[in-house]
């Protein structure tokens, strides 16, 4: 295997093996405690201008297939693992990940200590680095990594969005057909707003029993809300996204129009936020974010709890109980994970209720955003 160079800003300078795509490379580093599911990991647009570090030692085992891609592409700068394993195993796969992270562009780190990299991360927070097969110098690499812009300085959702409108022409996944199902006719309609959107998002808003529209994240509110009130769309579906929200200035003015014009709408992730912006309640950064599928969540009031798949660096301030309900929140750190706002149609969560490949048992959330819609 060829050599891979890593330096980040705090110092720490590693060599390591590389796979997948060559070249030097700039992002934020952050681990995912995730046990299964690497591909719908590395294809999350959520995850672009980052680096990945799998708690998992294992890696590549089983293999890459089209029908887990949750994009049309990969979007994140790198994965870090502890081991890699070119030859995989299972009835599904279809390719290799080394061959997946050459033709996506993403660089591969293997033989390196994950478990000191993730220790790092949670006591010292997500960081920037630098990962070159190119470059072996540390005093280079760090000049390189102060000169580049930082994730937080980059409007990745241009890059992921797409760029123009569709529907989307599956539900979820059946295990007996190996497949996914047929969108049927729907009588409900909505559009979703796209800052990233997994296709497992969409998936289980058409099993929802909607008819799902996608549209760029540089959609114009006036015109979705005459599509309202012209009945043409019975709600607004804000999806996931990369980046630091509290930059979409533009997104939130649109966000802000939408809610006035008192249009049902749901939420995920980067679109929570937005909403908690938009309703005047500033995100804020989390040390090192949350990123795994294993996470447990608790409704407040029954303390029924859903074990859930987090992704997400940013986190709506505990302030917006001033003017919403809190239906969900983190065991691990007591964050909000959900909410729905006071004497509005609207709702939203932190966490990926549709979590492929699991867990499952958030996936009645979508159900209740299609009771709503008009």
Same mark, same amino acid.
């Given at each position: 295997?060829?050599?891979?160079?890593?330096?980040l800003?705090?110092?720490?300078?590693?060599e390591?093996?590389?796979?997948?795509?060559t070249?030097?490379?700039v992002?934020e580093?952050v681990?995912?405690?995730?046990?299964?599911?690497?591909?719908?990991?590395?294809?999350d647009?959520?995850?672009a201008?980052q680096?990945?570090t799998?708690?998992?030692p294992?890696?590549?085992?089983?293999?890459v297939n089209?029908?887990?891609?949750?994009s049309?592409?990969?979007?994140?700068?790198?994965?870090?693992v502890?081991n890699?394993h070119?030859?995989?195993?299972?009835?599904r796969?279809?390719g290799?990940?080394?061959?997946?992270l050459k033709?996506?562009?993403v660089?591969?780190?293997?033989?390196?200590?994950?478990?000191?990299? #993730? &220790?790092?991360?949670?006591d010292?927070?997500?960081?920037?680095?630098?990962?070159s097969? $190119?470059? !072996?110098s /540390? @005093?280079?690499?760090? #000049? &390189?990594?102060?000169e580049?812009?930082r994730?937080?300085?980059i409007?990745?959702?241009? $890059?992921? !969005?797409t /760029? @123009?409108p569709y529907v989307? &022409?599956?539900?979820?996944w059946?295990h007996?057909?190996?497949a996914?199902?047929?969108?049927?006719?729907s009588? /409900?309609?909505?559009?979703?707003?796209?800052?990233g959107?997994?296709?497992n998002i969409l998936?289980?808003?058409?099993?929802?029993?909607?008819?799902?529209?996608?549209?760029?994240?540089?959609?114009?509110?006036d015109d979705?809300?005459?599509r309202?009130?012209?009945n043409?769309?019975g709600?607004?579906f804000?999806s996931?996204?990369?980046?630091?929200?509290?930059?979409?200035?533009?997104?939130?003015?649109?966000v802000q129009?939408l809610?006035?014009?008192?249009?049902?709408?749901?939420?995920?992730c980067?679109g929570?936020?937005?909403l908690s912006?938009a309703?005047?309640?500033?995100t804020?950064k989390?040390p090192f974010g949350q990123?795994?599928g294993?996470?447990?969540?608790?409704?407040?009031?029954?303390m029924?709890?859903e074990?859930?798949?987090?992704?997400?660096?940013y986190?709506?301030p505990d302030?917006?109980?001033q003017?919403?309900?809190?239906?969900h929140?983190?065991?691990?750190?007591g964050t909000?994970?959900g909410?729905?706002?006071?004497?509005?149609e609207?709702?939203s969560?932190q966490?990926?209720?549709?979590?492929?490949p699991?867990?499952?048992e958030?996936?009645?959330?979508?159900d209740?955003?299609?009771?709503?819609?008009?």
């Amino acid at each position: 295997m060829q050599k891979v160079w890593i330096y980040l800003e705090n110092g720490t300078f590693l060599e390591a093996n590389s796979f997948g795509a060559t070249g030097t490379t700039v992002g934020e580093i952050v681990f995912n405690t995730s046990l299964t599911g690497y591909q719908e990991i590395i294809s999350d647009p959520s995850y672009a201008g980052q680096f990945v570090t799998f708690t998992m030692p294992e890696i590549g085992n089983v293999g890459v297939n089209a029908d887990d891609m949750e994009s049309k592409t990969a979007y994140c700068k790198g994965v870090l693992v502890r081991n890699y394993h070119h030859e995989h195993s299972n009835y599904r796969s279809e390719g290799d990940l080394d061959s997946f992270l050459k033709e996506h562009g993403v660089l591969g780190i293997t033989a390196i200590d994950t478990r000191y990299l #993730t &220790k790092m991360i949670r006591d010292e927070g997500a960081m920037m680095m630098i990962a070159s097969t $190119e470059i !072996s110098s /540390k @005093e280079e690499l760090a #000049t &390189k990594l102060a000169e580049s812009p930082r994730i937080e300085d980059i409007n990745y959702i241009k $890059e992921v !969005s797409t /760029k @123009e409108p569709y529907v989307h &022409k599956n539900g979820a996944w059946n295990h007996e057909k190996k497949a996914y199902n047929k969108a049927v006719m729907s009588d /409900k309609k909505v559009v979703v707003v796209d800052f990233g959107v997994k296709r497992n998002i969409l998936n289980e808003l058409v099993e929802s029993g909607l008819e799902v529209e996608v549209v760029p994240s540089t959609f114009k509110a006036d015109d979705l809300i005459a599509r309202f009130e012209a009945n043409e769309i019975g709600g607004i579906f804000l999806s996931n996204g990369p980046g630091d929200p509290l930059t979409l200035t533009e997104e939130k003015e649109q966000v802000q129009k939408l809610i006035n014009a008192n249009i049902p709408m749901f939420a995920i992730c980067l679109g929570h936020q937005m909403l908690s912006i938009a309703h005047g309640h500033d995100t804020y950064k989390l040390p090192f974010g949350q990123h795994g599928g294993n996470h447990p969540v608790a409704n407040p009031e029954t303390m029924i709890v859903e074990i859930t798949a987090q992704n997400h660096n940013y986190n709506v301030p505990d302030s917006i109980e001033q003017i919403a309900e809190i239906t969900h929140k983190n065991l691990f750190d007591g964050t909000i994970e959900g909410v729905k706002y006071k004497n509005k149609e609207i709702f939203s969560v932190q966490h990926h209720p549709e979590a492929s490949p699991g867990p499952h048992e958030s996936k009645y959330i979508f159900d209740e955003f299609a009771k709503i819609v008009k």
